[in-house]
């Protein structure tokens, strides 16, 4: 199997709760429980976890580097900011997918510049909870045959 970490940052723990109007009422807990019925069908080993502590983040990121594994990171608060966050996940050397639930270029100012963006293998925004899906079958795709980014 191969596997990938599917991680959450800072607040995502409240979606269903936080900002309906922004986020929707889906649940972390019922993304999660749709993410590991997808790993299985798509063979890969998921490891799906929040935290609203950046060390916390950096941990895991360093976890999933150990363990070669992909990673799915919605960075939420972490994404603007953190260059913690941002130095561990240079170690990635798997797919690395950014998913945000909203579309950040939309948002205000302060949501519109992700750190994280500038070095992630891809993006999806403003697609809800789905954009976690797309990603799962992204990372599997790129990990079965990966794509030639070099434009020849």
Not at 71 to 80: E, H, K, R, T
């Amino acid at each position: 199997m191969n596997p990938v970490f599917i991680l959450n940052g800072s607040n995502l723990n409240m979606l269903g709760k936080r900002e309906p109007h922004l986020y929707g009422t889906t649940t972390l807990a019922e993304i999660e429980a749709k993410c590991r019925a997808l790993a299985n069908e798509l063979g890969l080993d998921c490891a799906f976890r929040q935290t609203n502590h950046e060390g916390q983040m950096v941990d895991w990121l360093q976890e999933a580097f150990e363990k070669k594994a992909a990673v799915i990171i919605n960075p939420a608060g972490f994404s603007f900011g953190s260059v913690p966050v941002l130095d561990a996940l240079k170690l990635i050397e798997k797919p690395l997918i950014e998913v945000h639930i909203t579309n950040i270029h939309k948002r205000d100012k302060l949501y519109q510049h992700s750190l994280v963006s500038t070095i992630a293998t891809g993006v999806i925004c403003g697609l809800g909870p789905e954009g976690y899906f797309l990603a799962m079958r992204a990372v599997a795709s790129e990990l079965i045959r990966p794509l030639d980014r070099s434009g020849k």
